[in-house]
C-alpha cells in the first residue's frame, strides 16, 4: 500500500473532515502516516475521532510534517474534507505547494478540481507528480443507463438510508460488511461516495458527481459488477444525504433502480433540523414516519441505527429502547455496540431471501 | 427568430420525437421550416403531430430539402429526438454531412456530442458553422448549489409532476403557462430538459445532465432567477421522469428543493408498466396511491391531468370522469379538452396564497 497523509485544514474537528474519518476508521487502500491540521495539532489522530490512540500524529504544517518524518516515502497527500460548495478550504489550499515541493503527489475529492489550478499544475508537472483529482464526472461514453438487469442479482441488496446527511450511512454499511464476513458470510459493500472509494472500496461510483439520467445505470452497473465477480451472499450499499433533506433529498433511486431487498435507516434523534439548514423551515422526519415513505416506495425497513452526535451514550441508549418498543424492529447504535446484534437477523434474511 | 429544420431520422410518428413534437406544438426560438423523416416525407408535420395542417412539409431526405427549399436562409438543423441510450440515432447520423454542406450548423441535445465526432467537427470548422451542444454539463464553476432562498419566491410554484416519464409534463406546463396568461396573470414556467429550452425557455436547466449534487441548486437557482427578473403570479415547473420509474425515479427534488406549493400530476390510465419496461415487474402506480407518496412529501396534489396515449377521447373521458370523483380533484384531458378549466382553480390558489 502507498503511504499517505491526509490534510484537514484546522477542520478535523468538525463534521466537514468526515472523509478523514473515514479514513482513519478504515484505509484498506493507502497507509496512513499522519495528518496536516494547525487546529488539532499535537494531539493523535485517533484520540481526536473517539478518543482511541491510532499512533497517527497530527502535525501542524506540511513543512513540519517533511521535517519530522523525512524517512518515510510518502506518495500521496490525501485532501481530507467533504466541505459544503464543493471548494478545496483555504487552510488546504495554501498548503499544497509545500505539498508539492516536498515530491508528494495529491489525491482530491472535492468537485473543485485542483488539476485546473495553473500554479499547482505547473508544479506538479515539473517535478513528475499527480494531482487526482477522482470525483471528475466520467466522459458519456464511459457511463451506464439502467437497463433492468439488476434482476439478476441473486444475493440481498440492502442499502443504508438515512433520515439525514452526515450520519453515518457508510460506516454503518463498513461495519455490516465486516460484522457479517465475520461471521462467515461473503460480503461486500457498494460505495457512492468519495470515502467509500479512498477506503479502498472495490464496487460503486461517485453518485453526487454523476450526471443524473446516469445516476440509476451506474447504481445498478456498479451491483451486477460485484455480483458478476464476488457472487456474495449479501451487499450492503452505502446511501447519500437524506430521503427528505430539501438541499438533495436521495432514497428512491437506492429502492428501486437498486432493487433493494431492505432498508436499514440510520437518524440521530437530537437531530431537529436538516444538517447546515437550521434556518430552513423543514424538520428532520420521524423514524417510523420515514419508514412508511420507504414502504411507498416497497421496501420494508429492518433495523435502525441510531448516530449519537451531540449525545452521550447513556442517552442513546434510551433513544434505542425506545425506537426497538414503538417501531417493533431492532435499534442499535453501532459506534457505541457495533453491529453484530443484526447478524442473526441478516443471517435469516439471506436463508430466506428470494429473488424476485 | 433564426430559420430552423428538424431531423428525425424515421421516428417522428413515435414517442421517440418528443423534441420534434414539442418544438412543432410551440417554439418561440426558431422558425420552423420543415422536418426531414423519411418515413413520413410527404406528409405535412401538423397532421403526423395531431392531425392538424400547419403548413410545415417533411422531405425524405436533406438533399431533397435543400433543393426544394433553396430560396430559404435555414440557419440551424436541430436532431429532433430523445432517443434512449442519447446517442445520435444512425437515421439521423446519415444526414449530417449533408446539412453541413448545406451550409446549415447543427443543434444538439443529446448526451452524445456531435461536436466530438471527428468528421463533423472538421467539416463545421472548414466552413465556419457551429456545432451546438447545448446539453453539455455546465463547469463545476458555473454550477449551483441549494441554499434555502428558495423561500424569498413569493409566489405559487406548481410542478406538472408524473406517474412515469413521457406523459406530456412539459406541455401540460406550458399549456397552463399560456391559459393564465390569457386569464391575465402574470405565469412563467420553468424549463428542466432540452425541448423546453428548444422552445425559448427562459429559466430553467437540463435535469438530467446535471451532476447529482447540483440538481436541487440549478432548480432554485433557475426559480430564483425568474421570481427576481419576472416577478410572476405563478410558476409551473417541468417534471421529469416518474416518481418511482425505476428506471430514474424522481420527483421529490421538485417537491422540497423546489419548495413546491402544489402539484399537478400526470397520468395515463392505460399504461400498466413503466415506458420501455414491458418487461420489468414494477407497474405504473395508480393516482390515489401517487397523491398520498407526494403528500408525504408535504404538498397537495390539486388536478389530474389524463394523457390519453394509445386511447381515444370517449375512453378518456370516462377516466376523467371516474378519477375526478374518486380523488375529489379536477381531471381534465390538456389535449383534447385544453386546461382551461384548471384557470379558477389556480387563480384562488394565487389569491389564497401565504408564503411561508
Chains 1, 2 share one sequence.
Not at 1 to 23: F, S, V, Y
Request: aromatic letters at 8%.
Amino acid at each position: 500500500m502507498d503511504k499517505a497523509i491526509i490534510l484537514t485544514g484546522g477542520l478535523l474537528e468538525t463534521i466537514h473532515a468526515k472523509t478523514a474519518h473515514g479514513l482513519l476508521r478504515s484505509s484498506e487502500r493507502f497507509d496512513l502516516v499522519a495528518i496536516v491540521d494547525h487546529i488539532s495539532a499535537g494531539k493523535d489522530a485517533g484520540e481526536v475521532l473517539d478518543g482511541k490512540k491510532r499512533g497517527i500524529p497530527i502535525y501542524k504544517t506540511v513543512k513540519e510534517l517533511v521535517e519530522k518524518e523525512k524517512e518515510t516515502p510518502i506518495r500521496y497527500a490525501i485532501i481530507g474534507v467533504a466541505a459544503k460548495g464543493g471548494m478545496v478550504p483555504d487552510g488546504i489550499r495554501s498548503e499544497l505547494e509545500d505539498v508539492l515541493n516536498a515530491g508528494i503527489s495529491i489525491i482530491n475529492g472535492l468537485h473543485q478540481g485542483i488539476g485546473d489550478i495553473p500554479e499547482l499544475a505547473n508544479l506538479a508537472a515539473a517535478r513528475g507528480l499527480e494531482l487526482i483529482d477522482f470525483r471528475r464526472p466520467k466522459k458519456f461514453e464511459d457511463l451506464r443507463f439502467w437497463t433492468g438487469r439488476i434482476k439478476d442479482v441473486k444475493c440481498p441488496k440492502i442499502p443504508v438510508l438515512g433520515t439525514d446527511c452526515a450520519l453515518g450511512k457508510r460506516t454503518t454499511a463498513r461495519l455490516l460488511t465486516q460484522a457479517m464476513r465475520q461471521a462467515g458470510f461473503k460480503a461486500e459493500m457498494i460505495y457512492t461516495g468519495q470515502t467509500g472509494w479512498l477506503q479502498g472500496g472495490q464496487y460503486g461510483f461517485f453518485f453526487d458527481a454523476t450526471p443524473n439520467d446516469f445516476i440509476s445505470g451506474e447504481l445498478e452497473g456498479a451491483i451486477l459488477d460485484c455480483w458478476e465477480h464476488k457472487k456474495p451472499d449479501i451487499m450492503f450499499i452505502e446511501g447519500q444525504s437524506g430521503l427528505r433533506n430539501p438541499s438533495g433529498p436521495c432514497g428512491s433511486e437506492f429502492i428501486l433502480s437498486g432493487d433493494a431487498s431492505a432498508i436499514i435507516l440510520q437518524h440521530n434523534p437530537k437531530r431537529e433540523k436538516f444538517k447546515d439548514l437550521k434556518q430552513y423551515p423543514d424538520f428532520v422526519p420521524a423514524p417510523e414516519d420515514e419508514i412508511k415513505l420507504i414502504k411507498m416506495y416497497g421496501a420494508d425497513t429492518i433495523a435502525l441505527c441510531i448516530n449519537t452526535l451531540d449525545m452521550d451514550f447513556e442517552v442513546a441508549g434510551k433513544y434505542r429502547d425506545q425506537y426497538e418498543k414503538a417501531l417493533g424492529i431492532p435499534a442499535i447504535i453501532p459506534m457505541a455496540e457495533g453491529v453484530e446484534r443484526l447478524v442473526p437477523l441478516l443471517a435469516d434474511f439471506i436463508k430466506n431471501y428470494q429473488p424476485q
